[in-house]
């Protein structure tokens, strides 16, 4: 308290208890010389009375209580205080009696413990005692049939409730079989107590866990038991088997079973021995003795596992990884499925000779009138229906020179040839052209003689010029039957209808349209907002939206498709052209489109067709000293000329590349760095800049952000609408780059006759022209013996002491050479003169 608190007070005592805590200090000493000091509080015991009753003494201690089990021990009785005692020593002797009385509680609380473990123990030895007594019983008299299970429970419980001293290892025992009576054996009977052993926690845990069931004291006590008794399902299970081979007597070994095993061209070990349902060691072993050290992660080719299949009994089916790829070959319709089909008639001639007015007055539309340049650059196709309810399919391919690859697509997938001469200009050379894949490709043709409008129009000539390559007439009492047409004036065009009608059906074109399609990839693209556009031609069976598909190295599926009118279409018979949604990827012309079963088989395909054409596209040719000599010559001698072309459709991108690379010669070529479809990207820009080349955008342009990219790094860009502008605009380009080509004339001989000093340094030449004339200024060849010394100039020319422009043949000179003072007598003198010439490609 306060000393505020310890005031007297005026007319009354204060209110508030007696002190009954004394406090004091105790100083602690330790023996490494620290010391502490430690606030000790002595209670007194109060005793309360009745109000104004005299305060009782305390009365002496009660005498020890007699030796018996009780809750609590009894605390000690404290000794009388002497007078003259100390804090500190009454502190000390406070704390002897506390430890005193503690030990006399724990000795107290051992004896019991072991008192309680002793008859925990006795208790046990009895239960096992009445349990083997019922054991012995349950063997001298089975259970009955109907009780097999409570008479197994029964000795599974024996088992658990027998005990087991500590460190003694004990097996648990089933219960007996009915079908096979075994006497039980005879168990180790349990040893005495032990004497008494110190009290450990776990012995109070243990028998709390015996009372509650889950464990014996037995089992708590032995720390080395730790066998389950076998479960009631494990019991039937073993009679079950045990009655299985009593009825079956010995179990026959099981036979072999046969596989058919499939081999790839390359396997692992282990792979193999999991298709062979054998162990990938025992494979190991039968290699190890054909004297092969291999692992069962090892590859062994295909014959070697023929070896191992054989040996072990199985059959092989030898597959090749281009197994995967699908064989169109192979697969042929019955006759009795096939139905009859419309033509497919393909227009071929020379440029400008008007197929596609042909075509348009046939379909009666104005195809050419779109056309960049009034001729055809892209191959297109299309289908009509006669008057008479009767399809055809058309396809207009181009006739400029640089699409070869077109014409002969088209001559491959017809069913008949239009070969369109015009009468006023005779047969050209890609008419020619066209005959020659006419006839490759094994295909009937009809002649049509356009232009007769014209008035120069002469047929009987063109009939003529035919008989040079073969081509007889009908008129001329040939098999070709040729018909004369005007797209202007629509002469001739139902008799070229009745003719082709004719022609198909002696052909009897028929296929299946009840079944997966194939079709061929006439042209390709990629559109901007609709991607990767493919027009395919379809061969046999039926394209439905939503078919998957696979197209070279591409896969996908049909999300819709358009006729060449641009309605939707949900099915395409055979020979319809449509326009497909859903490739993956803009595919390659003349690629065949196959419907496959699940987009599995379609990717499976494609990404292996995808790593055949890297694997060719990357495929370096065996080396040799010759061609690696030859390549580097060809590195320091040639100009190369990088390009970047992209265009609309892959068609076009096909000719522009093969035209490009036929400019080339053994002095210049072109390098197409990259050719795509679509419009022009940044990763176009990219390529172009870091090389310096320019990029060609035929019929394409660059998106916005190209166009910046163009703007900011000053990238050359080349737009084209027609191909022969193109190329012409290239080798002209390429002729710049290559120079101008020098061409030298000699003009003129001398014999140096003498040498003369001509000031301090030069020296003059004394000459006598032998042929031509020599000029000053002009180009010289100074020889020795054959041997060109020096090439020079003729920087002075005299005669008689003045200087002369010229002098001829026969005449003597002096002159004076630039750079050289290299002159002997008998010496020769060339003169020549340097003509530069644009070169052209």
């Not at 005026?10 to 105790?26: H, N």
């Not at 005990?163 to 079908?179: D, H, K, L, Q, S």
């Not at 020599?774 to 020319?797: Q, Y």
């Amino acid at each position: 308290m306060s000393d505020s608190e310890n005031k007297p007070t005026l007319g009354r005592k204060p209110l508030g208890l007696k002190k009954s805590v004394e406090a004091g200090e105790v100083k602690q000493t330790f023996s490494h010389g620290r010391t502490n000091k430690v606030v000790v509080e002595v209670k007194r015991r109060k005793l309360i009375g009745k109000p104004g009753a005299p305060e009782p003494v305390a009365p002496p201690p009660p005498p020890p209580p007699a030796p018996a089990p009780v809750v609590q021990a009894p605390k000690p009785a404290s000794r009388p205080a002497p007078a003259s005692e100390t804090p500190q020593e009454r502190v000390a002797r406070m704390q002897r009696e506390a430890e005193e009385a503690r030990l006399a509680t724990l000795a107290e609380q051992t004896e019991r413990e072991q008192e309680e473990r002793a008859r925990a123990l006795e208790d046990e030895r009895r239960r096992a005692e009445e349990n083997r007594k019922a054991e012995a019983e349950t063997v001298a008299a089975p259970a009955p049939e109907s009780e097999p299970e409570v008479a197994a429970q029964s000795a599974e419980e024996a088992d658990v409730a027998e005990p087991a001293e500590a460190g003694e290892t004990r097996t648990a025992a089933p219960a007996p079989r009915r079908f096979t009576p075994v006497a039980a054996p005879k168990r180790p009977e349990p040893a005495a107590p032990a004497a008494k052993k110190p009290a450990h926690p776990r012995d109070k845990q243990g028998d709390q866990r015996r009372h509650a069931g889950k464990l014996t004291v037995s089992r708590a006590l032995n720390e080395d038991e730790g066998a389950r008794a076998r479960s009631l399902a494990a019991l039937k299970r073993a009679r079950e088997k045990e009655r299985r081979a009593h009825f079956a007597g010995q179990s026959q070994p099981r036979e072999k079973q046969s596989r058919d095993v499939i081999v790839p061209e390359a396997i692992t070990v282990q792979e193999l021995a999991n298709r062979m349902a054998e162990k990938g060691a025992d494979l190991v072993k039968a290699l190890f003795k054909m004297g092969m050290m291999v692992t069962v992660n090892q590859t062994i080719d295909q014959d070697t596992a023929e070896l191992l299949v054989e040996e072990f009994g199985h059959t092989i089916q030898r597959v090749s990884e281009s197994d995967v790829d699908i064989d169109t070959a192979v697969d042929v319709d019955a006759p009795e499925s096939l139905k009859p089909r419309p033509p497919v008639v393909t227009i071929m001639g020379h440029v400008d000779h008007g197929k596609t007015s042909l075509l348009d007055a046939l379909r009666g539309t104005d195809v050419v009138r779109g056309e960049a340049g009034g001729i055809t650059q892209h191959i297109g196709a299309y289908q009509i229906k006669t008057k008479k309810g009767d399809l055809i399919t058309f396809l207009d391919t181009p006739g400029h020179e640089a699409f070869t690859e077109m014409r002969q697509r088209g001559a491959n997938v017809t069913d008949i040839v239009i070969l369109v001469v015009a009468g006023d200009d005779g047969l050209m050379p890609q008419t020619i052209e066209a005959i020659n894949h006419t006839k490759a490709a094994g295909v009937p043709m009809i002649v049509a003689i356009t232009k007769a409008d014209r008035p120069e129009y002469n047929p009987q000539k063109i009939r003529e010029r035919l008989l040079e390559h073969e081509i007889i007439v009908e008129a001329m009492s040939g098999e070709v039957q040729d018909v004369e047409v005007s797209a202007k004036t629509k002469a001739g065009l139902d008799e070229l209808i009745e003719k082709i009608l004719l022609q198909a059906e002696l052909m009897d074109l028929k296929a299946n349209p009840d079944r997966p399609a194939e079709a061929t990839v006439i042209e390709a693209k990629l559109d901007k907002g609709k991607g990767p556009l493919a027009t395919v031609l379809i061969n046999r069976g039926t394209l439905k939206v939503g078919d998957i598909l696979v197209v070279g190295t591409h896969s996908g599926r049909v999300r819709a498709m358009l006729d060449d009118k641009g309605r939707q279409v949900k099915a395409a018979p055979p020979s319809l052209p449509v326009e497909v949604l859903g490739i993956g990827g803009v595919p390659m012309a003349g690629d065949t489109l196959t419907v496959v079963e699940s987009e599995v088989r379609a990717r499976e395909v494609a990404a292996y067709r995808q790593e055949k054409a890297t694997a060719k596209r990357t495929a370096i040719a065996p080396a040799s000293l010759d061609t690696m000599f030859s390549a580097l010559s060809a590195k320091q001698s040639v100009i190369e000329y990088p390009v970047v072309v992209k265009s609309d459709v892959q068609g076009s991108t096909e000719a522009i590349v093969n035209a490009l690379n036929k400019l080339s010669n053994d002095e210049i070529k072109v390098k197409v760095l990259q050719s795509g479809v679509g419009a022009i990207t940044e990763s176009d820009v990219s390529l172009a800049a870091a090389t310096g080349a320019p990029i060609i955008g035929f019929h394409v342009r660059p998106n916005a952000k190209a166009r910046e990219m163009i703007e900011r790094q000053k990238v050359r860009m080349k737009y084209f609408d027609v191909i022969y502008h193109l190329t012409d605009d290239v080798a002209k380009e390429m002729a710049g780059i290559w120079g101008p080509e020098r061409i030298e004339t000699v003009v003129g001989r001398a014999e140096v006759k003498e040498v003369f000093p001509a000031g301090k340094r030069d020296k003059a030449a004394g000459l006598l022209v032998l042929e031509g004339f020599i000029k000053k200024g002009i180009n010289a060849r100074l020889t020795r013996d054959d041997v060109i010394i020096s090439k020079t100039t003729i920087a002075s020319l005299r005669r008689f002491k003045d200087d002369v422009p010229e002098v001829r043949a026969g005449l003597e000179c002096g002159v004076v050479l630039a750079d050289t003072n290299d002159i002997k007598p008998g010496d020769h003198l060339e003169v020549f003169e340097v003509e530069e010439r644009e070169r052209t490609l």
